[in-house]
């Protein structure tokens, strides 16, 4: 089982946005995709199309991207592009995974360095739509030699009323408690004999990231399902905590609180 831990999401750092189909409105506007928060603020179009294009000043190794938040009915039609209209994988066809938030994402199979994304929406039908942000980010793939475990477990906020417990369901939150397990160099950056690691270490991404730092973590990335199950955006809650098991052997926790 693969897993892997998205980050450093272009749009976040995007100082230009485009509406291409002139569909989506002047307010909400729709540089509220660049916004880490969700569902609102928000971009909104309408009718049954629209394509945007975002873009910053550094380029970014793309290998996830996605759109969070968004309420698209199943059935309608999401392809990525790169900003001169080369598709970036296969179309995406909405459908809402069981009851997991209104989130769209698509592991593509290597990375490509971009300054600019493109999204075209179609098959949308009638009425408004809004999307919380668009995510196109670099990714850590937990590889065989580094174990990882993860513990689901809800954060959900629960008001307790007249003697009995009622669940917010509007507010429920998914929280990922999660641990790798790998060398010293995997894990802190540097190999056990003083040497500076070579590869992508815990410690390095992990501040890179920082405190609270947007991302999207997937336990398994055995097929689409599981990403569509498993994965949740959220923020890095508590980022590392690295510590020593045995030898050569050390571990990182870290925690994800999902935002939906």
């Keep these: 089982m ?3 831990l998205s980050y450093s999401n272009l749009a976040f750092e995007a100082t230009t946005f485009t509406d291409v189909g002139t569909s989506f409105s002047a307010s909400p506007p729709l540089s509220n995709l660049g916004t880490p928060q969700v569902p609102d603020p928000s971009a909104e179009f309408t009718g049954a199309s629209a394509e945007f294009t975002l873009a910053g000043a550094t380029a970014r190794d793309v290998k996830l991207v996605g759109l969070i938040s968004h309420d698209l009915p199943d059935g309608a039609s999401v392809q ?3 900003s001169g209209g080369t598709n970036i994988g296969s179309a995406i066809t909405v459908a809402r995974y069981k009851n997991r938030p209104n989130n769209i994402y698509l ?3 290597s990375a490509l360095s971009l300054t600019a994304i493109r999204c075209a929406i179609t098959s949308a039908g009638s009425g408004a739509h809004n999307i919380g942000t668009i995510w ?3 990714v850590w793939e937990f590889g065989q030699l580094q ?7 809800s954060s959900a906020s629960v008001t307790r009323v007249a003697g009995t417990d009622w669940v917010r369901a509007g507010v429920r939150r998914r929280g990922f408690p999660g641990a790798l397990i790998g060398t010293r160099g995997e894990i802190l950056g540097v190999n056990a004999d003083g040497t500076a690691y070579s590869g992508e270490d815990a410690e390095t991404i992990f501040t890179e990231i920082g405190q609270y730092g947007p991302v999207i ?3 398994s990335s055995l097929s689409q399902s599981t990403i569509d199950a498993t994965a949740i955006y959220g923020v890095l809650e508590s980022p590392g905590s690295p510590e020593h098991i045995e030898g ?3 571990r990182a926790r870290f925690n994800v609180l999902e935002s939906r």
């Design 2 to 4: 693969t897993g892997f």
């Design 80 to 82: 990525f592009k790169q």
């Design 107 to 109: 592991l593509l199979d």
């Design 136 to 138: 196109a980010g670099q």
């Design 147 to 153: 174990g990882q475990r993860w513990s689901p477990q």
């Design 217 to 219: 973590y997937c336990p």
């Design 248 to 250: 050569d052997v050390f």
